[in-house]
């Protein structure tokens, strides 16, 4: 069954930003050369009642490609290296349809 990942965050770099907008850049690029990555989307929130301005949403064709996502070593290193320390707050949510 496939799955939409999604997670909606909120950076530690000032909206707006040259290191807002890397961190956007380099996330795209890392996550979209991983196997199994489909229809990667980078939204802006508009609504005020969330402090959390950005999100990633991508598909897997199943489970087992989600979980190969998260154990490969390029999804590791960049939560590791960019997103433990440019993000300040997110929600994850993970979806398959009825």
């Not at 199943?62 to 993000?87: K, L, M, T």
């Amino acid at each position: 069954m496939p799955i939409q990942h999604t997670v909606v965050f909120r950076l530690v770099p000032a909206p707006g930003s040259a290191a807002e907008q890397e961190f956007l850049d380099a996330g795209q690029e890392t996550l979209t050369a991983i196997p199994g990555v489909g229809g990667f989307v980078v939204h802006a929130q508009v609504s005020p009642k969330s402090d959390l301005r950005w999100q990633f949403s991508m598909t897997f064709a199943d489970q087992a490609g989600y979980e190969s996502y998260n154990r490969h070593p390029a999804h590791v290193a960049f939560v590791e290296q960019r997103w433990q320390a440019e993000v300040a707050a997110f929600q994850e949510y993970d979806f398959v349809g009825r």
